[in-house]
């Protein structure tokens, strides 16, 4: 079993999307460039220019590096640092959505269309009006309907905006509610937002919201959204204390209540994720950086099963076990 050791060895990868097309699975990661900078709060050190894609024929098999599938050099609107991605498929389409800041040091999501899992992709001219931010994840509801959800603090920008709208005096708030993930539904086109986001609120046993002093559990980056029978599953990463979390709801749109802990902290400062069934079992795939023994910036993909109880929770794993 290749579970929880690094899939990819010759590169940095981070931050991996992972989904199920064509009954194998395809992880879209970041792409950490091999070098040294001092690390900052705002992610200075992350100076990624492309991306690969991986596909794996199944759980037991290390994945197949598919080659680069865009590059900074192909988005006109972006100036440096495309994080962490996500991919959908559409009618029989693919669009790979992408952050990076823009001409003015502005992180916003972009989109690139490609009629394989696996790419290439071309970038459209310029980004999704409307967006902001950094951490894309587009979540295709049962329904028909996909959304898109996306934010991030401190490098993210997320805690600057109030509204949807920048700031410069905006911080992120400590006795106050928390800064929320935005969500909006997207365009049958799905290069366009149907309407402007939304906040995705997370909320405590007794309904209220978190605040942004709950560092184990407020929101810090990270979104990913999944659909388990008729419960959505909102999962994220607390940043500053090295969690991921989830919380549940039966609207899209939330409140969400917060549920729990999935991964407790991993080597490295943080870990980005997402879930995906295949084959009737549940998997976690994430990041840690044990191939740099711990250098933030030097990161690598793994995965591991995810179990659920029979009410629903899900049940917390130790990010440090591997060792």
């Not at 865009?70 to 440096?80: F, G, N, R």
């Not at 605040?211 to 810090?220: A, I, S, V």
């Not at 999935?262 to 295949?278: C, D, Q, R």
Request: with cysteine; charged share 25%.
């Amino acid at each position: 079993m290749i579970q929880k050791r690094p899939l990819v060895n010759d590169l940095y990868t981070a931050d991996p999307s992972a989904h199920v097309f064509n009954d194998k699975i395809y992880i879209y990661p970041s792409h950490d460039e091999d070098i040294d900078v001092a690390n900052n709060d705002n992610g200075d050190q992350y100076d990624m220019k492309d991306y690969h894609v991986y596909e794996m024929k199944d759980e037991n098999t290390l994945p197949r590096d598919c080659g680069c599938v865009l590059t900074l050099a192909d988005v006109k609107w972006a100036s440096k640092q495309l994080w962490a991605p996500d991919c959908v498929e559409r009618n029989g389409k693919y669009y790979f959505f992408f952050p990076a800041r823009d001409k003015n040091g502005m992180f916003r999501v972009g989109v690139a269309l490609g009629d394989k899992p696996e790419g290439p992709f071309k970038p459209e001219d310029n980004y999704i009006q409307g967006t902001y931010s950094i951490d894309p994840c587009c979540f295709p509801d049962t329904d028909g309907k996909y959304y898109l959800t996306f934010g991030g603090l401190w490098g993210g920008q997320l805690d600057q905006y109030r509204n949807n709208t920048w700031g410069a005096e905006n911080k992120e708030p400590r006795e106050e509610e928390a800064c929320t993930p935005k969500i909006a539904l997207m365009k049958e086109n799905m290069t366009e937002l149907a309407e402007a986001p939304r906040d995705l609120v997370i909320v405590d046993e007794n309904g209220k919201p978190l605040l942004g002093k709950d560092e184990d559990r407020r929101y810090f980056e990270d979104p990913w959204l999944f659909k388990k029978g008729d419960t959505y599953y909102f999962t994220y990463s607390t940043g500053t204390t090295h969690f991921l979390c989830y919380a549940t709801s039966k609207n899209v749109y939330g409140p969400y209540t917060y549920g729990g802990k999935i991964l407790t902290p991993v080597l490295g400062w943080t870990t980005h994720h997402s879930i995906l069934e295949y084959h009737g079992k549940w998997y976690l795939f994430y990041h840690d950086c044990e191939r740099s023994n711990g250098v933030n910036q030097k990161r690598n993909v793994k995965f591991r099963e995810l179990t659920f109880n029979a009410d629903g929770s899900i049940q917390t794993m130790d990010g440090m076990e591997w060792k």
